[in-house]
């Protein structure tokens, strides 16, 4: 089965801070995603990753970064939280290039941002 | 732009009930694929089913199956003989061209026992 996991389930932050979130997923995907998850609005793509070191923008990337350093990894970077950044955050992995293809998501981190 | 919409918020039924939710998609791609999701309360997000446009026979697995109209851009999900287990939140999504999967604001369903 594959397995994508995240660093942590719940996490508590004060304004201004760095964060990082972070995913491994074990079945040697070459795509990661993170999103984040609001009522109302679904899940919304913040930035993915087809090969270590590239990656790409999604919809919503302001007050994000990502890194990617391993295959297995991708970490999410809030530079400095804020208390609109407080959301569900999920990683997912998916295995090539086709749009068939099934993505495999974490079990997601709420962030609170006070 | 592809875009996908679920109408309703919230639905409940009875357990052993039959259910459908409703997911609307626009997208200007020749080739896509349409997704539902479920994510359990407190559970890993899963994929229930997947329909390739090209194909005209609704996609079905198992209790789970779809309604699929390509004109109407209308792509609904059926539960049969629904469980307690199938309660949770179930988000369309579509994928075109690009790598990326565009979500619908999600259906909260509740099986009532």
């Known amino acids: 089965d594959v397995k994508v996991t995240q660093s942590s389930r719940y996490l508590v932050k004060r304004t201004g801070e760095k964060v990082f979130l972070e995913c491994v997923q074990d079945?040697?995907?070459?795509?990661m995603f993170w999103y984040r998850q609001d009522p109302g609005l679904g899940l919304r793509l913040i930035y993915f990753?087809?090969?270590?070191?590239?990656?790409e923008k999604g919809d919503i990337p302001e007050g994000y970064s990502v890194s990617r350093e391993k295959k297995e990894r991708f970490s999410l970077i809030l530079e400095s939280a804020s208390t609109n950044q407080t959301s569900m955050y999920l990683c997912?992995?998916?295995?090539?290039?086709?749009?068939?293809?099934?993505?495999?998501f974490g079990p997601g981190t709420r962030l609170t941002v006070l | 732009a592809q875009t996908v919409t679920q109408s309703q918020p919230e639905m409940s039924v009875q357990e052993a009930e039959t259910v459908t939710l409703s997911c609307t998609y626009d997208?200007?791609?020749?080739?896509?694929?349409l997704f539902w999701y479920k994510q359990p309360p407190s559970r890993q997000m899963i994929l229930v089913i997947r329909?390739?446009?090209?194909?005209?026979q609704n996609a079905t697995e198992n209790r789970f199956s779809v309604n699929f109209q390509k004109a109407a851009k209308s792509f609904s999900l059926k539960i049969s003989d629904s469980q307690l287990g199938d309660t949770a939140m179930y988000f369309c999504?579509?994928?075109?061209?690009?790598?990326?999967?565009?979500f619908g604001q999600g259906t909260r369903l509740t099986i009532n026992p």
């Open positions: 329909q390739e446009a090209y194909k005209q």
């Open positions: 999504a579509s994928r075109g061209g690009a790598q990326k999967l565009v």
């Open positions: 079945m040697d995907h070459e795509n």
């Open positions: 997912a992995s998916s295995f090539g290039g086709s749009i068939r293809d099934e993505q495999f």
């Open positions: 997208t200007s791609e020749n080739n896509y694929y």
């Open positions: 990753s087809y090969d270590v070191k590239m990656k």
